[in-house]
């Protein structure tokens, strides 16, 4: 099931502060000229930001995810996305929002460590 472009559309447009500057920070191959989509689908999930090439797909958490049942649906996300064989790096929204370079530095790790 593939999720709706209109929904995709939406989510863009609704984002949060932490994806905007997250966004602000990866789009335009900024990170080590890497190319990453946001809001991009992958099977029946929209993931926040992805990387073709490091197929890493970059999750930014807010208060909501440390709610029982969210943490529950992004268990089974991550465990969907890693049998594609797409990594996950979960990100605080504050981390992105308070240090930005912090931010940066934990994609560069990934990408070192080959994604």
Sequence with gaps: MRVPTARIRELRR????????????LRGRRMLGLKFHRQYPVGN???????????????LDGGAHSQPS??????EKERYL???GIGVLRVPNAL????PEAFRAK???RQLRGG
């Design 70 to 75: 969210q943490r529950q649906r992004d268990e």
């Design 45 to 59: 999930y929209v993931v926040d930001f992805y990387c073709f090439n490091l197929r890493l797909a970059v999750e």
């Design 14 to 25: 609704q984002q949060t502060e932490a994806e905007r500057q997250a966004w602000q920070l």
């Design 96 to 99: 992105v929002l308070q240090d």
């Design 82 to 84: 890693r049998r594609l």
């Design 107 to 109: 994609i560069r790790q």
